[in-house]
């Protein structure tokens, strides 16, 4: 063998064993470096013979090519071998961040629930402004100026004379003076009292305001209307009870109280809404204000319906304090989760 084949080899081995970068850099200076010894072969050709040198030449040829070969094969495992390495260190099993995963508001299940129940009896969505002026809320729903629900003690009034609407019946004569009859819609929105806040009672609370007007509507269909609403909300079981009661736009005007052994409390009559047939004079009104006679109290009849949503919700989910759906608590809101 010659002494380059053994050089070769040599180099080989050492290549082979360089466990890292530096390790198999310096085993290039060794053999390919300036004063390497495959560098200082190539000094001793110039005291080789004419015959042996061509030969001698070609072995250092191929022998150093052999050489750089190897380091660059050695260099590219290193370096993929590190890479690897490196991705071990990642733990692909640890959890991510979590998202913080919203719900909705026990109040909008609530008003959710009830709106597609009236919708599978035929009931379509009106709307009207928070802010309304006294006829829509008072004049319109014939109550008169002296009556105590118009008094600035119980309503929030804005210096231009307008108001926050003290209930949602402000929607049943905009529904109305917007289109003829036959009527069949709810309202559901906020309105807006001077109450002494308490564990039942807010200054903003929420109804469903609901209007029926056609011809022979009568307090069957109302009460059947909203015994079926209730069953639908709190049970089969559900006891509905109308009381007699007095409102100025709905004649006659009922209050609805609601009992099921369901409940906690189950034992107890719990007023829910107000309701009762639309009062000929809210007709007249409408129709003065449209010009025409299209709600002509003669041929049409109506009812109307108020639902407190904060009640309901309060029996529903069995909230003892109204104060809580305001005070955005983590801790009550993810209950409802
Ligand atoms: N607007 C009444 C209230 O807020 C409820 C009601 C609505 C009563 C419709 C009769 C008809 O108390």
Not at 92 to 109: A, D, K, M, N, V
Not at 237 to 257: C, G, I, K, M, N
Request: aromatic residues 8%.
């Amino acid at each position: 063998m010659h002494p380059l084949e053994q050089l070769r080899d040599d180099a080989l081995r050492d290549i082979e064993s360089a466990r890292d970068e530096q390790a198999l850099e310096a085993t290039r200076v060794k053999y390919l470096g300036r004063s390497g010894s495959v560098s200082s072969w190539g000094e001793q050709m110039k005291t080789l013979g004419k015959e042996e040198r061509p030969i001698v030449g070609k072995l250092l040829n191929e022998t150093r090519n052999a050489v750089a070969a190897a380091i660059e094969q050695r260099a590219g495992k290193l370096r993929s071998q590190k890479e690897t390495e490196a991705l071990e260190k990642i733990d692909i099993s640890l959890p991510g961040t979590p998202s913080e995963r919203g719900s909705l508001h026990p109040l909008t299940q609530m008003l959710d629930r009830s709106i597609d129940i009236f919708r599978r009896m035929g009931f379509a969505l009106a709307d009207g402004p928070d802010i309304d002026d006294e006829w829509h809320c008072f004049d319109a729903l014939n109550t008169p100026p002296e009556h105590p629900a118009r008094n600035e003690q119980d309503t929030f009034y804005l210096p231009d004379g307008r108001l926050l609407r003290t209930h949602t019946s402000t929607v049943q004569i905009r529904a109305m003076q917007a289109a003829p009859p036959p009527m069949r819609v709810i309202a559901p929105g906020s309105c807006y009292r001077r109450d002494e806040v308490d564990a039942t009672h807010s200054a903003q609370f929420h109804q469903i305001e609901g209007l029926y007007v056609d011809e022979k509507v009568s307090v069957a269909d109302l009460k059947g209307t909203l015994e079926f609403f209730m069953r639908e909300i709190f049970g089969p079981d559900t006891l509905v009870q109308f009381r007699p009661h007095f409102f100025p736009f709905t004649e006659p005007s009922l209050e609805v109280y609601v009992k099921s052994k369901a409940l906690k409390g189950g034992e107890q009559w719990i007023e829910v809404a107000g309701c009762g047939m639309v009062h000929p004079a809210v007709f007249e009104a409408v129709n003065k204000a449209r010009g025409d006679k299209a709600y002509d109290p003669e041929k049409w009849t109506g009812f109307a319906f108020g639902l407190g949503m904060d009640r309901l919700a309060m029996i529903l989910f069995d909230i003892p304090d109204v104060r809580l759906f305001a005070q955005n608590d983590l801790r009550f809101l993810r209950q409802f989760a």
